[in-house]
């Protein structure tokens, strides 16, 4: 396991970005502290692997389900213009992905999700809770 990976040691430095909302065989929800795009959440693998395609086929299908579910759970919950999914990982390799509700009024509209820690908005703890229970009534 890397010991620099926040996604692995689930240190501090990933309670400052994220709070796991919940977890599957394959790979963990998290809400994004950053509420810029309401509704915004980051999947991770559970697994330390850098690529899609280093992933087992099953593994890799079961990842792609969980993107699947939590961007429809978002979407239910949140009812933006439409989700966007960004795998990037330049700076963090550990395979996760974006899933960002956008917004036609909204922040980076018609435009790549820009993860730029200038622009951030955060919530009270009691927020981010409601959010958490607003998107998990739709993942059951
Ligand atoms: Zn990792």
């Given at each position: 396991m890397p010991k620099d990976c926040f996604y692995c040691t689930k240190d501090a430095k990933l309670d400052a970005l994220m709070i796991e909302l919940s977890r599957f065989p394959a790979s963990t929800l998290y809400l994004s502290k950053d509420q810029t795009n309401p509704g915004r959440c980051i999947i991770a693998l559970?697994?330390?692997?850098?690529?899609?395609?280093?992933?087992e086929p099953s593994i890799r299908q079961q990842f792609m389900e969980d993107v699947s579910k939590c961007a429809y759970a978002i979407q239910q919950a949140f009812s933006p213009d439409k989700m966007n999914y960004a795998i990037y990982?330049?700076?963090?390799?550990h395979l996760h992905v974006h899933l960002v509700p956008k917004y036609?009024?909204?922040?980076d509209w018609g435009r790549a999700f820009n993860n730029n820690t200038d622009n951030i908005n955060m919530l009270s703890t009691a927020a981010y809770l409601s959010l958490i229970e607003r998107i998990k009534v739709y993942l059951k």
């Open positions: 559970n697994d330390h692997q850098t690529e899609l395609f280093y992933l990982g330049d700076l963090v390799s036609k009024t909204g922040n």
